[in-house]
């Protein structure tokens, strides 16, 4: 936070870029967020800086579709590059003394993501098919680090790219592999297929691996 009476002394000059949409997506990580909540489109806002956290005054916002092959980091790059042509554009304004076209926050529709409510990194397997694949490419920043939650299949087993697979006959196990690759039971019995896993010195696991790790993935589901 910026000292208000720092602000104070640039009464309607601080700018903010927010990499999300403003007010319904204020705080932290709102990106990652956008993919669980299954938004359709998403965006980054500039606003005037007040004393309280992103609830200045609207300047600008720009959206962009989301895809369904959107990771956390190819969402955090989109809003990136919106940001920054909003950003070009409201400073040539600036620069150019024209009057910027500004608009008082809703706050009624306010969401205030904190830390605190980020998932547990560990992927609940008792959850819906399609949260698992959300959960997972929202976590996904490869070939960078997550800055928040990293899915997590087993404790230090990172989960990168997965598949949804709705016709899977498990028989009598949650545990089923094709073409070498494992594919687990979902809470609604759909399969996801794990495409990319690795451990947390990189190396990215084998079918002989998911094998040995067999018995604690059913012990999951009990």
């Given at each position: 936070m910026i000292n208000n009476n720092i602000i104070s002394l640039y009464s309607n000059k601080c700018i903010n870029f927010h990499p999300g949409i403003l007010p319904?997506?204020?705080?932290?990580?709102?990106?990652?967020?956008?993919?669980?909540?299954?938004?359709?489109?998403?965006?980054?806002?500039?606003?005037?800086?007040?004393?309280?956290?992103?609830?200045?005054?609207?300047?600008?916002?720009?959206?962009?579709?989301?895809l369904k092959n959107d990771t956390g980091l190819s969402m955090y790059l989109k809003c990136l590059k919106v940001g920054f042509s909003s950003f070009k554009l409201v400073l040539n304004n600036i620069i150019k003394n024209k009057k910027l076209s500004?608009?008082?926050?809703?706050?009624?529709?306010?969401?205030?993501?904190?830390?605190?409510?980020?998932?547990?990194?560990?992927?609940?397997?008792?959850?819906?098919?399609?949260?698992?694949?959300?959960?997972?490419?929202?976590?996904?920043?490869?070939p960078l680090?997550?800055?928040?939650?990293?899915?997590?299949?087993?404790?230090?087993?990172?989960?990168?790219?997965?598949k949804l697979l709705k016709k899977v006959n498990f028989r009598n196990s949650n545990l089923y592999f094709e073409n070498f690759k494992p594919i687990v039971r979902t809470g609604d019995d759909?399969?996801?297929?794990?495409?990319?896993?690795?451990?947390?010195?990189?190396?990215?696991?084998?079918?002989?691996?998911?094998?040995?790790l067999s018995k604690k993935i059913n012990n999951l589901y009990e």
């Open positions: 319904e997506y204020a705080g932290m990580f709102v990106y990652q967020w956008a993919i669980l909540n299954k938004e359709k489109y998403f965006g980054s806002s500039i606003h005037f800086i007040n004393d309280k956290i992103d609830q200045g005054k609207i300047i600008k916002i720009k959206k962009f579709k989301i500004v608009k008082k926050q809703n706050l009624k529709n306010r969401n205030v993501f904190y830390i605190k409510d980020l998932p547990n990194s560990l992927i609940d397997l008792k959850k819906r098919g399609d949260y698992i694949i959300d959960f997972v490419r929202s976590g996904n920043f490869l680090k997550s800055p928040s939650f990293q899915p997590q299949i087993i404790k230090n087993i990172y989960i990168y790219k997965v759909y399969g996801i297929k794990i495409i990319l896993a690795k451990y947390k010195s990189g190396k990215e696991l084998e079918y002989n691996d998911w094998k040995k």
